[in-house]
T-cell receptor, first 113, second 114 residues
Framework: DQQVKQNSPSLSVQEGRISILNCDYT??????FLWYKKYPAEGPTFLIS?????DKNEDGRFTVFLNKSAKHLSLHIVPSQPGDSAVYFC????????????FGSGTRLSIRP | DTGVSQDPRHKITKRGQNVTFRCDPI?????LYWYRQTLGQGPEFLTY????????KSRLLSDRFSAERPKGSFSTLEIQRTEQGDSAMYLC????????????FGSGTRLTVV
């Protein structure tokens, strides 16, 4: 049973435009949500997080939105840059100490010139 | 701070052999995690240590898998009697005490069982 779902395995966006990556979750006990970015041959890198008490968190070009009623979160990247091409994982945890994080299957983002 | 270090980076082994991987977390991080990632999937939780105590194990971690963190610093993950289905990337991560932190992952050990 996949508790964190990323239904788009891939996404292609033109450089300079907005990239929107989506994620759905099923477990209402999740309290903390994270996005990770992964380049080939490297481990995932923490990007941005959001607590369930918030509906938006912004860090530079990256903004995460949380809709608890819909059990949906999204990552917005604007403007998209070539270095953003990577696999993005949505993840969730039952608490902000992140003792155990459940990951989605990832979305491969490609930024085209 | 050299980040989370994993050794070896790659391991090819014959089915039925035992393998052991090592993870050195960031020194001030008291939490250490092992994950497994197969092609096209996200990392799957295997086990979690806080200092030397193993606090949680996934059902994915069969009896052939064992993890240790004897002094609360580095950790080892051993797989006994490897099977082809064990072929995957094994990722180690660590995090500091407190709240609001994501993990820092190592680059992983890629295991191929032939």
């Amino acid at each position: 049973d996949q508790q964190v779902k990323q239904n788009s395995p891939s996404l292609s966006v033109q450089e300079g435009r907005i990239s929107i990556l989506n994620c759905d979750y099923t477990n209402s006990m999740f309290d903390y949500f994270l996005w990770y970015k992964k380049y080939p041959a490297e481990g995932p890198t923490f990007l941005i997080s959001i607590s369930s008490i918030k509906d938006k968190n912004e860090d530079g070009r990256f903004t995460v939105f949380l809709n608890k009623s819909a059990k949906h979160l999204s990552l917005h990247i604007v403007p998209s840059q070539p270095g953003d091409s990577a696999v993005y994982f949505c993840a969730a945890s039952g608490d902000s100490s992140a003792s155990k994080i459940i990951f989605g299957s990832g979305t491969r983002l490609s930024i085209r010139p | 701070d050299t980040g989370v270090s994993q050794d070896p980076r790659h391991k090819i082994t014959k089915r039925g052999q035992n393998v052991t991987f090592r993870c050195d977390p960031i020194s001030e991080h008291n939490r250490l995690y092992w994950y497994r990632q197969t092609l096209g999937q996200g990392p799957e939780f295997l086990t979690y240590f806080q200092n030397e105590a193993q606090l949680e194990k996934s059902r994915l971690l069969s009896d052939r898998f064992s993890a240790e963190r004897p002094k609360g610093s580095f950790s080892t993950l051993e797989i006994q009697r490897t099977e082809q289905g064990d072929s995957a990337m094994y990722l180690c991560a660590s995090s500091p005490p407190g709240e609001g932190y994501g993990y820092t992952f190592g680059s992983g050990t890629r295991l191929t069982v032939v």
